[in-house]
């Protein structure tokens, strides 16, 4: 079992940045690929970011290349999104998830979800 504790939303103006956070718990964080995923209101939830369970591969959809990057320290058992050149359209509520295995970039290939944290973007 993996548990995901995610922070660092908040409301932030377009153009802006922010850091959020995700923390494990649990066994063997350094063996899951991690990702982030955002959900708007009335909308699916897409893929944001993933990283290997190295850290040595990473993967964008292409709406936030370039002003997103993901990263993890896994002798902290945690993963990071930087947002930077933040837009309205980035808001969300943003989600972390942990696998083994599966396709990076959709939902169903992840076996753990934390609760999220909710990014504002103002304009």
């Known amino acids: 079992q993996v548990q995901l504790v995610e922070s660092g939303g908040g409301l932030a103006q377009a153009g802006g940045s922010l850091r959020l956070s995700c923390a494990a718990s649990?066994?063997?964080?350094?063996?899951?690929?991690m990702a982030w995923f955002r959900q708007a209101p009335g909308k699916e939830r897409e893929f944001v970011a993933a990283i290997s369970s190295s850290g040595g591969t990473t993967y964008y959809t292409d709406s936030v290349k370039g002003r997103f990057t993901i990263s993890r320290d896994n002798a902290k058992n945690t993963v990071y999104l930087q947002m930077n050149s933040l837009k309205p359209e980035d808001t969300a509520g943003y989600y972390c998830a942990a696998s083994r295995l599966g396709v990076p970039s959709r939902v169903d290939g992840y076996d753990y979800w934390g609760q999220g944290t909710q990014v504002t973007v103002s304009s």
């Open positions: 649990g066994r063997a964080f350094s063996y899951y690929r």
